[in-house]
């Protein structure tokens, strides 16, 4: 009874994406987050005044506040969601930012200790295609990083402008961090020599779950294999997760690269530069 319960509650959260009351502010809807510097000083006056409502504002452009209870909602009807369609990377956006807060603030130290992350942290860029250009990537000769990322790109169908923007992280760095995260996915496909397939997508999941220990990543790692068949499996434990296991052991952390400054080097110098060892030539 309870389960079905929750679950029927999550997916109101999801469908509807309820959040706390918000109120009417001359400069938008505000939702319950931080408190808006705008308005403190004018409200110091009606400080006292019990029936006066503080009004906040979001942490950052499409900031959802939500509870520790909705947070719970929304990750178990997320997770259910995305083990019943494993292509819906709405669901797992969503699960990812309502249970990574732990490995997101790890990431973020690891970040600002090393001097290219926190200068990554600092400018903050963005991987869009108004920010790439891509007839100069096109241009690169074959084997540099810029050119195969393009090329990656164009093969699969795919667009850096799909990745969803971060609404449930209730912090503003760690919520950059994440979405840092998503927009090197598919360089890390790139560097990784993994297509866009169930297979491809389990094996970079391992590598991802080892760099990050995002549960997100952990969960699609352990679960996304139950989809594949009998052969594409026994590749899948016999060659690739061994394989991605060592280089996520043995990679630096994959956030702590200035991807846009390295266009123009060579995939196998920047696997070498990275520690991701050479990915095993396999037969689908």
Not at 23 to 28: E, I, Q, S, V, Y
Request: aromatic share 8%.
């Amino acid at each position: 009874m309870w389960p079905l319960l929750l679950l029927r509650r999550a997916q109101t959260l999801l469908l509807g994406l309820k959040t706390p009351r918000r109120t009417r502010h001359p400069f938008g809807i505000l939702g319950t987050g931080a408190r808006c510097q705008l308005c403190h000083t004018s409200q110091q006056s009606d400080a006292n005044n019990p029936m006066e409502e503080e009004t906040y504002y979001p942490l950052y452009p499409g900031h959802i506040p939500t509870s520790p209870l909705q947070k719970v909602l929304l990750a178990a009807g997320s997770a259910f969601m995305a083990l019943y369609d494993p292509y819906r990377h709405d669901m797992i956006a969503v699960l990812g930012e309502t249970t990574g807060f732990l490995a997101l603030r790890n990431l973020r130290e690891r970040m600002k200790n090393d001097p290219e992350g926190y200068r990554i942290l600092q400018e903050r860029p963005r991987i869009r295609l108004s920010t790439l250009d891509i007839t100069g990537l096109r241009a690169l000769p074959d084997g540099t990083f810029g050119r195969e990322y393009v090329r990656f790109l164009d093969d699969n169908r795919v667009s850096p402008d799909t990745r969803m923007p971060a609404r449930f992280v209730d912090d503003g760095e760690l919520a950059y961090v994440i979405q840092r995260y998503r927009e090197v996915h598919d360089l890390m496909h790139t560097l990784l020599g993994m297509p866009t397939n169930m297979l491809g997508e389990v094996t970079v999941k391992w590598f991802e779950a080892i760099q990050t220990g995002l549960p997100m990543c952990i969960l699609g790692a352990v679960f996304g294999p139950v989809r594949l068949n009998a052969r594409k499996l026994r590749i899948l434990t016999s060659e690739l997760i061994p394989w991605a296991l060592r280089s996520g052991n043995s990679a630096n952390c994959f956030l702590n690269v200035y991807y846009e400054e390295r266009w123009e080097q060579t995939v196998e110098s920047l696997r070498n530069e990275i520690g991701i060892l050479p990915p095993p030539v396999v037969r689908v």
